[in-house]
Every structure is written in C-alpha cells, then in structure tokens.
C-alpha cells in the first residue's frame, strides 16, 4: 500500500473511532461528516440494538472495523454487516 494511501486509511480510521465514540455516548459533537459516516450513522440508527448490550456491540464493531483497516481499503463496513457476520457466525457454533 502506498504512503497516502496509509495516511488516507488512518484518518478514516480516526474519524471512525470518534463517530463510534459519539454513538455510545448518545450524542454527536460535530456537524461535518464525510459521505461514509453519514451511511454508517443512518445504518446504526436502524440497527435495533438490545440497550443493556449497545455499548458493548458498539466496542466489538469497533474492533472489527478496526481489523478490517488493516487489512485493506475503507471505508468501515456498516452496523448492520457486522451484525449479519455475527449472527452467522453464531449459527456455525450452534
């Protein structure tokens, strides 16, 4: 991967982590957001998450799209894949 490229994968990751910081706190503290952060906001707001495990969900998704920048391009996958890799994920255990 190229420097810029990097450098682009590593603001996008910032910006992630404070829109996922937001969330949990339940309260935005900007109002310029990039086209992907709009997607993964409206995405989260239809995702119907159990309020006793919201903030835990949120910090495992964190730490999956955390994973998936290191492996390659963003932007982060949406709430709602996460979710759907999960559940397949627990099918395959049962």
Do not use: H
């Not at 990039?34 to 495992?60: G, H, K, N, S, T």
């Amino acid at each position: 991967m190229a420097d810029d490229e990097l450098v682009v994968l590593e603001l996008m990751l910032n910006r992630f982590r404070r829109l996922i910081t937001d969330l949990r706190r339940g309260a935005l503290s900007r109002n310029d957001f990039q086209p992907w952060e709009v997607e993964i906001l409206l995405d989260a707001a239809d995702c119907q998450l159990d309020r006793r495990r919201r903030a835990d969900i949120l910090r495992q998704y964190e730490r999956a799209v955390e994973k998936q920048m290191e492996l390659g391009p963003g932007p982060p996958m949406k709430l709602s894949e996460f979710l759907a890799i999960r559940a397949r994920r627990a099918e395959r255990t049962t």
